[in-house]
Every structure is written in structure tokens, then in C-alpha cells.
């Protein structure tokens, strides 16, 4: 057989692995939810949207209403939902996007054992070895699990096709290698901007490793640069070019959150997660903690090779005193990828970050590199290396030694088709999900007949209560995963855009915008003058887990009906225009008479509360740097005859400052002689009742012993330069009282300031 007839032979048998096994997916692919909630229905949101209605290639309209996204931050598969609305004045697929999506990521793993196999027989492996080794590395690959959400880094080839393109142009030296590199790479940046690192760990060590290996002799390096410059270069500057060039943002978070958290170690790579053997292994190893993002098991077969390969040149020196390999290009080109796997195996240890007590003092400098927080992937570039590298060294070390290479390479088969099959044997039933709101179009289910009665024309976009935002790494709101699923599937089955987000780097001028318009009205809403319209809003609430700080916009929004479990509203212009007027006389309204005492403080129920307004202070606040413990309060003590339940109040700066509402608020409760028995935690980005400006009021519940003490610290660990946090006003309350002051000018209730001179317009 001929690498050709093996090309044909090897794209034939997984294609029929394909079809046997995701057989109940694809009879129905156009209508299968691969992820039927999280990350994965949000996928198929953003991609449909965007091929069915945004009137742009480059930008989002479905959520974060009324800014929108742009889609490089909406994980829409961009240049396969772009193709559709290229073509659609041809011929209309934006009603195929599900099917489209799902044949593409299949697809793509197909295409990834080609590349392999194209690869290996590069590599002069044999070829029925180079088909065996094709099929039992793609069935092992760790990208397998994208298909349950991260639907964009499933596409399985990327990683083959470098390398693929390297080793063409490792034996040629042929600009069109390096052009295809450059294609491929800014294209699958498109996909997913983890691409570009995934493929620059290969191409940057590959320059890196000759110019070393030629002792950075000025004619290797005059003659890498225009290559380095295409492979790696170019495709980031484009890709970061069209960014600049269509997005306006600027204020995206700087560092966001994961880098410490989702990265490999040893036991990612190394440990046989839900494989038949498993057992041994615990005999022996001492198992980590180890995130999902970093888990890229090598496989047994590598891991022998690996130990073999070693065993090998150590008995040629022992042997034949060879201390120095008999290197080909192909050998060369296999300890480069090995190397390189390695290195990527480094990045996703966090090194050398992770190094020293001022690991994160290094990130802080390194810019663009904290966006990459799923750091644990990096670790993918050693699992393809260190196969390939493996399948090199077998056929060297068994090959002429016949009856021996026949039966290791039944072992061989053995290990990789047992590690493959229990890499993805539970997959197909994983990713067999139904998500009917979104195939109910037509809305004749019974959850959904209600926007048939609804003129949808009237409304300008839907408001979900409660409100999700998740994306911007600082402020957030969250609801339950299956009503942010339901209001999706409204707004895509009905062209309404939404002010839900379910994004990542959100701007966050815009999230404090969204957030405002969401919360408690306080202060004239600064989102107005974005909005598109004056047309009314269509809020869906889930009203079993409405929040405090919405009940106000479903009081004051007109009920039009109710499916069971959502109820619909109307929600005016006007109402959300005069919110904060209208809020204001309702608080004035539901207090009793004022005392004839200006300047005094009052409790409605005349419980004891704790007030302090930091008169005294510089600028009257409290004035720290965040990245030190901020100490609010020390030891106060609350008068209560038995444990009851309280609230903290204060207004904090920041809410538009990266990192500042990724802040931690830690209570601590002290026994009477001071020692602290018991700490309250609370992450603080979604504790936010209201806002004012770049403040915001944090509302927080605990309880209160009698003659126990209190004390209130606010603590950030990820800032490291010293700004300054602004602390103003903390009330320590019963859950239930209402603390007021009236003055000449305002009247204070709960931390809010309300003006005598406001009035509604009519």
C-alpha cells in the first residue's frame, strides 16, 4: 500500500468510526445540542444570531443590549457563521447553523487524523503504522471534551496542521509553507484567539531551536526572520489590527480570572483519568488536584516510548560509546517537536510564574499574556508531540527486528485504541442534548405560544428579571441556567436582542451601565443616552427568584401574561427614564413623620444601629490602598438580646476600575474578649444594590450574637499597584430597620441620598 492509497484508507476508516459512533447525533444534526446549556447553548446562541439577524460581520447584536459585542468575544465560530451571511443574499443556510456547526467540528477531527497520518508517513513512518497511529492519536486527543461546550477549540486539526506545515517547510524551506502557516493561524484566531499561542509554542520553538542549534550564526538568522515574521508575526498583528480597526472598546478587563486556577501539573499529563488501569497508577502516584482545563493525559504508549526511547540511547553509549545520535531530518525535526511539547507543557505548569513569592507581580507586567487564563490547554502541544515523537522511536527501535516489531505493534494498537476509546466512549450520549425552545421557532409549544399573542414589533429588546451578566471579570448578576437558556431561546427564535450577557472582557463602563439600569434605581440611568429607541422593553421574570433590587421594575412595569413559570411584562421608556424620581418618593412616602431634629439619625423601629460616615477622615472617606487589607470597621458591637439577623451597608469606588469589584468583603465575628470564632466570605461583584456614579452600595446579610463583636475588612489579592479604594458610609442594621436623616437638602434612607429638589416630570 502506498502513503496515497493509505491517505484514502485512513480518512475511509474514521469517517466510518465517525458514523458508528455519533450515528443518533448525526441523524439528527441539525437539530442536536451538542452543549444544551452553559458555554455550549450560548455557542449556538451567538452563532445563529449572528448569521440570522446582525446586520454586520464583526459584530454581535443578541446581547449586552444596547452595545452589543464584538464577535472575536462571543465564541460564535466567526468564520463559519461569516461564510453563512456572506452567502445568504445566494442562498439563505442561517436556519442550517446548528447542523452546520456540528458537521464542521466532526469534520475537523477527521481532517485531523489525515493530518497525522500526512505527518507520520513524512516522517518515514511505515504506513500501515502510520494509519494505526493516526486513528489511536485522534482518538486520544484531549480536545474531544470541547465538544460539550468550547465548541471552538474542538476543532482538532489546528494543532496537526501546524506542525504538519512546519515539517513541510523544516525539509523545503519553502515560503508557501509559511504563508499557509499564516492563513491557517489568523483564520483559526477567528475561530478562537487561543489558537495563535497554541500554534506559536511549535513555530516560535522552532526558530528558536535551530538558530540555538546553529549557534545564531547571522546568515541562519537573516534567513528565519522574513519566516519568523509570516508564521508568528503577521498573523497577530492582522488579528489585533481588525480588533482596533472594528472595535471601539477599550476598557476591557486586564487580567482576567483563571490564570492561577485553570492550569495543569504532573497529574494532568500524566495520570490515566477514567481509564481501565487507572488502579495501577494509584498503587504508585500520588494524585493532585489537577482543573478540567489542564487534564491532557499523554497516553500509556507515549509514556512507555518515552521511557524506551531513553533506555535506548543509553545502551548505544553504553554499547558503541555513540554518544551523539545519528541524526537525519526527520529525527532532527521529532526532537524539536518533543522539545517544544515540553516547553508548552511548562506554560500550562503556569512557569515560571509559579516560581517565588512574587509570582504574580511577574504576570502583572506581561500585558497581553494574563488574557490567556485557561493556561492548562497549553499542554495539548505536548500530547501531539510526544505521540508523534513516540511512533518516531518505536518503528527506530522495533523496525528491523521483525517478529519483535509485529508483536509491539499489536501492543502498540492495544494501548492507543484502549486509551482512544475510553477517551471518547461516553461522548456521543454527552453530547446528545435537545434544546427545544430554540428549535421551536414557530413557538407552538406550550411555554412559548405566548409570543405568537405578543406584537413583538413594540419593543425595543427583552429585559430578563432575574438579570444574568457574566463576562466582564469584575461586576456580575446571575440567574438560574435555565431561565438564562429560555430568555436565549426567546430572543433568537424572535430577532429580539436582549440585555443579558453571557460574553467574555465585557466592557466595564458598559457592564456598570447594564448593571444600573438592572438594579435598584437610585441616580438618572447614564444607559439612556445609548439606547436605540424609545420603545418600550418586554421584561421575562422568573418571579420565584427576582431579586430585591428589580422588584421595583416589575412593580412598575405592566403585567401583559404568564407561561407558568415566566411571567411577562411591559416595561415604558418613561418608567425607566423617571425610575429614580419615582423611587425617591416611594422612599419618602414609606417613612413616619420626621422628627423636628435636623441632622439626627432615626431607626423606624427604633433598634439600635451603628453609623459611620467617616466625617473625620481626609475628604470625609475612608482612604486606602486596595492591595492592602482595608480595615472598615473594629470590634463594633451591634445590641441584640438574641441572634438576629443583620445588614452591611457601605459605598465603595472602583466599579468601573479593573479588579476593584473583584474585591472579597471578610466579617469577622469576635467572642467578648476579642478572639475571632467565626469569618463571614463574601465575593462582592454581585452584592451590589445600586449605584452612583463609580460608586456602588453593598448590601450585605449576617448576624449579630449578643455582646458579640464585629469587624469588617475588605480584601484584594489579585491588584498589586497602590490605588486608592474609597470607602463612605457603613451602616451596621437589624435585616429589617430603616435608618434615616433628614437634612436641609436630602433625606438619607438606607445609605441612599434622595434630594428635596427632585421631581418627577410630567
Not at 502 to 519: D, I
Amino acid at each position: 500500500m502506498n502513503r496515497k492509497q493509505g491517505g484514502y484508507l485512513v480518512a475511509f476508516i474514521f469517517t466510518v468510526i465517525i458514523a458508528v459512533f455519533f450515528q443518533d447525533v448525526l441523524k439528527k444534526t441539525n437539530s442536536v445540542y451538542y452543549g444544551g446549556s452553559g458555554d455550549g447553548l450560548k455557542g449556538y446562541y451567538g452563532a445563529i444570531y449572528h448569521a440570522k439577524y446582525d446586520s454586520s460581520y464583526m459584530h454581535l447584536e443578541g446581547m449586552n443590549y444596547p452595545f452589543g459585542e464584538h464577535v472575536y468575544f462571543t465564541g460564535n465560530q466567526t468564520p463559519l457563521t461569516n461564510t453563512v451571511k456572506f452567502l445568504k443574499p445566494v442562498i439563505d443556510l442561517s436556519d442550517d447553523m446548528v447542523g452546520i456547526m456540528n458537521v464542521g467540528m466532526l469534520a475537523s477531527i477527521i481532517l485531523s487524523c489525515i493530518l497525522i497520518y500526512l505527518i507520520l508517513v513524512r516522517l518515514k513512518i511505515p504506513v500501515l503504522i502510520a494509519i494505526i497511529s493516526a486513528i489511536g492519536i485522534t482518538l486520544m486527543s484531549p480536545q474531544w471534551a470541547r465538544l460539550e461546550g468550547h465548541y471552538n477549540l474542538a476543532y482538532q486539526f489546528v494543532i496537526p496542521f501546524i506542525i504538519y506545515q512546519l515539517l513541510r517547510f523544516h525539509q523545503t524551506k519553502n515560503y508557501n509553507h509559511s504563508l499557509y502557516i499564516f492563513i491557517g493561524v489568523f483564520l483559526m484566531m477567528n475561530m478562537h484567539p487561543y489558537f495563535f499561542p497554541l500554534a506559536s509554542i511549535f513555530t516560535g520553538s522552532y526558530f528558536l531551536f535551530y538558530s540555538i542549534k546553529n549557534k545564531f550564526r547571522l546568515n541562519t538568522i537573516l534567513e528565519f526572520i522574513p519566516h519568523f515574521f509570516i508564521q508568528v508575526i503577521l498573523p497577530f498583528a492582522l488579528f489585533t489590527s481588525v480588533l482596533k480597526l472594528t472595535s471601539s472598546v477599550v476598557d476591557r478587563t486586564n487580567m482576567p480570572w483563571g490564570f492561577w486556577e485553570f492550569n495543569s501539573n504532573t497529574t494532568g499529563i500524566l495520570y490515566p483519568f477514567g481509564k481501565p488501569y487507572q488502579w495501577i497508577f494509584d498503587l504508585f502516584v500520588e494524585r493532585l488536584e489537577v482543573s478540567w482545563e489542564g487534564v491532557a493525559y499523554v497516553g500509556l504508549f507515549a509514556l512507555i516510548m518515552l521511557i524506551l526511547s531513553l533506555l535506548y540511547r543509553m545502551v548505544r553509549i553504553i554499547k558503541k560509546g555513540e554518544f551523539k545520535a545519528k541524526e537525519n531530518q526527520e529525527q532532527e525535526f521529532v526532537f524539536f517537536l518533543l522539545l517544544a511539547g515540553i516547553f508548552g507543557m511548562a506554560i500550562s505548569f503556569a512557569f515560571p510564574f509559579n516560581l517565588g513569592a512574587k509570582e504574580k507581580l511577574w504576570l502583572d507586567s506581561l500585558g497581553v499574556i494574563k488574557q490567556i487564563r485557561g493556561i492548562g490547554r497549553m499542554n495539548w502541544t505536548l500530547f501531539y508531540a510526544v505521540n508523534i515523537f513516540g511512533v518516531y522511536w518505536f518503528v527506530k527501535i522495533f523496525e528491523k527486528r521483525k517478529y519483535v516489531f509485529i508483536i509491539a505493534s499489536v501492543l502498540m494498537a492495544t494501548m492507543l485504541f484502549i486509551d482512544g476509546y475510553y477517551q471518547f466512549k461516553d461522548l456521543p450520549n454527552k453530547i446528545n442534548n435537545s434544546a427545544e425552545n430554540f428549535e421551536d421557532t414557530t413557538h407552538q409549544k406550550a411555554q412559548n405560544k405566548w409570543i405568537s399573542e405578543v406584537d413583538l414589533s413594540k419593543y425595543q429588546a427583552i429585559i430578563p428579571f432575574p438579570y444574568f451578566h457574566i463576562g466582564s471579570e469584575n461586576l456580575s448578576a446571575n440567574s438560574t441556567e435555565e431561565f438564562k437558556n429560555y430568555v436565549l431561546a426567546v430572543s433568537v427564535t424572535t430577532g429580539i436582542p436582549t440585555t443579558g450577557i453571557a460574553l467574555s472582557r465585557t466592557s466595564l463602563s458598559q457592564t456598570l451601565k447594564s448593571l444600573a439600569l438592572h438594579s435598584e434605581p437610585y441616580k438618572a440611568l447614564e444607559i439612556l443616552k445609548d439606547l436605540k429607541s424609545t420603545k418600550p422593553f418586554l421584561i421575562l421574570a422568573d418571579t420565584s427568584e427576582i431579586k430585591t433590587k428589580e422588584k421595583f421594575w416589575i412593580e412598575h412595569a405592566k403585567f401583559l401574561l404568564s407561561n407558568g413559570k415566566v411571567n411577562v411584562y411591559e416595561l415604558a421608556f418613561e418608567t425607566i427614564k423617571q425610575g429614580y424620581l419615582i423611587k425617591r418618593e416611594e422612599a419618602l412616602a414609606s417613612l413616619p413623620p420626621t422628627q423636628s431634629v435636623s441632622n439626627r439619625w432615626y431607626s423606624n423601629d427604633s433598634t439600635h444601629f451603628i453609623i459611620e460616615d467617616y466625617n473625620n477622615f481626609k475628604n470625609s472617606k475612608l482612604e486606602a490602598f486596595i492591595n492592602q487589607p482595608v480595615e472598615i470597621a473594629k470590634e463594633q458591637v451591634l445590641r441584640v438580646d438574641k441572634e438576629t439577623k443583620i445588614e452591611v451597608l457601605f459605598w465603595m469606588n472602583g466599579m468601573t476600575k479593573d479588579l476593584f469589584p473583584r474585591s472579597r468583603v471578610e466579617i469577622w465575628h469576635h467572642k467578648p474578649d476579642g478572639e475571632v470564632y467565626w469569618i463571614d466570605y463574601y465575593g462582592i461583584s454581585d452584592k451590589f444594590q445600586t449605584f452612583d456614579n463609580d460608586k456602588g452600595l453593598l448590601q450585605l446579610e449576617s448576624y449579630q450574637k449578643p455582646n458579640e463583636k464585629l469587624s469588617i475588612y475588605l480584601i484584594n489579592n489579585d491588584i498589586k499597584e497602590e490605588q486608592v479604594i474609597e470607602i463612605d458610609n457603613l451602616l451596621i442594621k437589624y435585616k429589617n430597620a430603616t435608618i434615616y436623616k433628614d437634612s436641609k437638602t436630602d433625606l438619607i434612607i438606607n445609605n441612599r441620598s434622595y434630594s428635596h429638589n427632585n421631581k418627577i416630570v410630567e
